[in-house]
């Protein structure tokens, strides 16, 4: 039996049996901690699907992948620096020059900025 088909047999029942497992010992006592306001907004309580919540959450958690997405890009390059040369590196520079701009225009536009009032 080869790695890859091993893999395949060994992961699922291994997961199969450390979630059956953590179903049968984890305590499941709920506190006040455990039933509080999620980040995101939401309240944790049974049977309730949806609530009021602030849409920056969303805003900065899309914002965040998509710089986040935008820097591992530049990794390929930051490694391979030495073979790129300079067309590579100038590749690099613009792209950086053009994530700084987008970054620039979202906190002017405010969609960064999270205000602690419930006016806004």
């Known amino acids: 039996m080869d790695n890859i088909s091993m893999l395949f047999i060994f ?3 291994l997961s199969l049996i450390l979630l059956a497992l953590n179903l049968l010992l984890a305590p499941h006592l709920p506190y006040e901690a455990k039933v509080s ?19 920056q959450f969303y805003l900065v958690a899309i914002l965040f992948l998509v710089f986040d997405l935008e820097i591992l890009l530049i990794l ?8 790129v040369g300079t067309f590579g590196f100038s590749v690099a520079v613009i792209f950086f020059i053009v994530l700084t701009i987008g970054f620039v ?6 969609a960064i900025n999270i205000s602690t009032s419930a006016n806004h």
């Open 37 to 55: 306001a999620y980040e995101c907004g939401y309240v944790a309580l049974p049977g309730q699907t949806r609530s009021t919540f602030q849409i």
């Open 11 to 13: 992961v699922p029942i």
């Open 76 to 83: 390929p390059i930051a490694v391979s620096l030495y073979q």
């Open 105 to 110: 225009l979202e906190i002017g536009s405010g």
